[in-house]
């Protein structure tokens, strides 16, 4: 599975929109981008997954550069309770459940 | 819908001592997994299973870690002896086994080892 790169920390303010960068260079065609959050002291969350095209649902928005080396994660907007270790992965589309290996994410502190 | 549900949500030990941590998994899941965290190492995969059978345990730190999927509503990863060093939060996770799937995972089993 390809790396991933992120900002060790980013802060945002509330009501405003929390725009997460992820590199993955190295990334393969059949290689998906999946975004988790870990909100302090609980188990990692999914948010989002993406393979080319950029996606929407009630929690993020994707967007996935044309040459798929980055993408970004955008919460429109950010809420006191959106403060969390965001998690950028690539992992290959195979035909069975492959794991998730975890960065060290990007810690994302959402500021009243 | 009930999660994943995990217990205990922590444990407090002695050096030696078996350590049994239990999951069960979302209802219709057929792939389950443990991860085990700590702030040296970050979030690690010690094994998955598909349909009850263990795919990868290169995971697993030696043999005094085991795991076992008796069924598809339950299992169980234990420790024995335990170390200090097992000290961490074990979460399970569950999905479909699928290209496109997502994880859910539990709340943890914190573990401390004395």
């Known amino acids: 599975d390809a790396k991933t790169t992120q900002p060790t920390s980013m802060d945002c303010a509330e009501g405003r929109a929390a725009n997460l960068p992820c590199n993955h260079s190295t990334i393969s065609g059949n290689e998906y981008v999946y975004w988790y959050r870990q909100i302090h002291s609980q188990g990692p969350q999914y948010i989002i997954h993406?393979?080319?095209n950029n996606e929407t649902n009630e929690m993020a928005s994707l967007i996935i550069t044309e040459d798929r080396k980055s993408s970004t994660l955008i919460l429109p907007h950010a809420t006191l309770r959106d403060t969390a270790v965001y998690y950028c992965i690539v992992r290959v589309a195979s035909g069975s459940a492959r794991q998730l290996t975890f960065g060290s994410g990007t810690q994302l502190t959402v500021l009243p | 819908d009930a999660g994943v549900i995990q217990s205990p949500r922590h444990e407090v030990t002695e050096m030696g001592q078996e350590v049994t941590l239990r999951c069960k998994p979302i209802?219709?899941?057929?792939?389950l997994f443990w991860y085990r965290q700590t702030m040296m190492r970050g979030l690690e995969l010690l094994i998955y299973f598909n349909n009850n059978v263990p795919i990868d345990d290169s995971g697993m730190p030696e043999d005094r870690f085991s795991a076992k999927m008796p069924n598809a509503s339950f299992s169980t990863l234990k420790i024995q002896p335990s170390e200090p060093r097992d000290s961490a939060v074990y979460f399970c996770?569950?999905?479909?086994?699928?290209?496109?799937?997502?994880?859910?995972f539990g709340p943890g089993t914190r573990l401390t080892v004395l």
């Open positions: 996770a569950s999905s479909f086994i699928s290209t496109y799937n997502e994880q859910f």
């Open positions: 993406g393979l080319k």
């Open positions: 209802s219709g899941h057929n792939s």
